[in-house]
């Protein structure tokens, strides 16, 4: 089995803080929250790479891993695994870090994909990388 990382890879897209009003009657954080900032996320890096609209085609294989509380640092981090012709298959996770500590966890990961889109919200070819660009 593949060890579970212990720390997150890269920068994050998004990193925000998990309020009172983000929780569910049981008072942890709520998955529904979670997954809006993991389409955030996800978005904001397939907007920036296809330089246009992209909208959410499919979310796959979400997995709640731990939970998230009230107060808690939340990063979010996405990375693109595909590129096709109109598409982008997105990798995000979801880690905590806690007011008071150090220790990151990962909460959430799942698989994205966006596709870019026209002016009149159809699908688009994503542009070759221009020299500079990050992949
Ligand atoms: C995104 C949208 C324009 C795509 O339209 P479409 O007619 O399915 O377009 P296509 O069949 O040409 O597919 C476009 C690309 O999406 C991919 N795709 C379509 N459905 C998919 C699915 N369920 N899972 C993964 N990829 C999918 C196709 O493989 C294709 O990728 P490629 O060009 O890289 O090969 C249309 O489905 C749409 O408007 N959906 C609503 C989007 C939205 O509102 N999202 C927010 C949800 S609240």
Redesign the pocket.
Known sequence: MTEAPVRPRGEPAIRTIAMPADANPAGDIFGGWLMAQMDLAAGNVAARRARCRC????VDSITFLHPVYIGDEVSLYAEITRV????MTIQVEAWRRSRDGEEQVRVTDATF?F?A?DQG???RVVPPLASGDKA
């Open positions: 909208a959410t085609v499919s096709g012709r109109t598409s994909v596709v889109l919200g159809r699908p």
